[in-house]
């Protein structure tokens, strides 16, 4: 098989969460355009169905949107079920869905912890459980986590310590699962953005250019990245390219963590 033959994922399924705008739709373009299959899960009706209904125009592929709420259990539960019921398997999941806020920690108030908790952490846990179940009983597939450079280094000037949180468990449970879930044939693996400019920062961006600017300056490239620099990357750990790739935690961040 050729090298970019391995990158192909006719007929496959691919859910990924949070894919009606940002990171999460660039990576659903991505696995459409080399031939999967697509669900996209996230709340919001409007934006969902318009995003599957584009990616399907645009690469011939099958889509759906199913709602999905991925910190609610039930929810996770009906769309990995409704995924099934569409397209037979569950060959890939790209946990993508995140949500950000910006508080010192000592003024962190426990409601804020939680919520930054449950849909980074308990939703990929969530996701990951339910769509392991199905690949286990298939021989197999890739689970693919959006994890963050917050994961590993201080955020600098803002307060940030909920969401860092949230990426580094979200680092020790694909460490484990890679290893526990190999026997399936289920590979896991994190990628770890550093600042991409879409709708979770633009405000804090725009309201804060100062801020924007010390993180620029901790940029080798001096530039946000973009969606599109992360999707190259989600379709490779789902395809069979990176078939001797699992527990690995792949940084894009411009060089932001070089300096
Ligand atoms: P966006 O805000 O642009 O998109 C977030 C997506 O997640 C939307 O589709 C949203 O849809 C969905 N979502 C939010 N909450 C839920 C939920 N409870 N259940 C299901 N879907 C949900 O964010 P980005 O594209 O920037 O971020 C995507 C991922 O990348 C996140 O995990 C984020 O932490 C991570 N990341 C982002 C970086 C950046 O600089 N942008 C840097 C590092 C990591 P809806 O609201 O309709 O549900």
New binding site residues.
């Given amino acids: 098989m050729s090298v970019i033959e391995r990158f192909q994922l006719d007929q496959q399924s691919a859910i990924v969460?949070?894919?009606?705008?940002?990171?999460?739709r660039a990576i659903a373009d991505g696995l459409a355009e080399v031939g999967a299959n697509v669900v996209i899960?996230?709340?919001?009706e409007d934006?969902?169905r318009q995003a599957a209904e584009e990616l399907a125009d645009e690469h011939g592929v099958e889509t759906r949107w199913i709602e999905?709420?991925?910190?609610k259990e039930a929810s996770v539960r009906n769309m990995i079920e409704e995924t099934v019921d569409a397209f037979g398997t569950v060959d890939v999941l790209v946990n993508?869905?995140?949500?950000?806020s910006l508080y010192p920690a000592e003024e962190l108030e426990l409601s804020e912890f939680q919520r930054i908790i449950d849909?980074?952490l308990t939703?990929a846990f969530l996701c990951s459980k339910y769509a392991a179940r199905e690949m286990k009983d298939t021989g197999g597939g890739s689970i693919v986590n959006?994890s963050?450079m917050?994961g590993k280094i201080a955020n600098y000037p803002q307060g940030e310590a909920h969401y860092c949180a949230s990426k580094s468990g979200m680092d020790g449970f694909m460490t484990q699962v890679a290893s526990e879930w190999s026997e399936y044939g289920i590979r896991v693996n994190n990628i770890s953005?550093?600042?991409?400019l879409?709708?979770?920062?633009r405000e804090y961006v725009d309201d804060n250019p100062e801020m924007a600017e010390t993180w620029k300056a901790n940029m080798v490239m001096d530039e946000f990245g973009t969606?599109e620099d992360i999707a190259p990357l989600a379709v490779y750990l789902a395809s069979d390219a990176a078939s001797y790739v699992t527990g690995e935690n792949v940084v894009i961040d411009g060089g932001y963590t070089v300096r």
């Fill in positions: 969460t949070g894919a009606s705008r940002g990171i999460g899960a996230n709340r919001s934006p969902g999905t709420d991925v910190s993508n869905a995140g949500i950000v849909v980074n939703g959006i963050s917050s953005p550093g600042y991409i879409t709708d979770l920062n969606p």
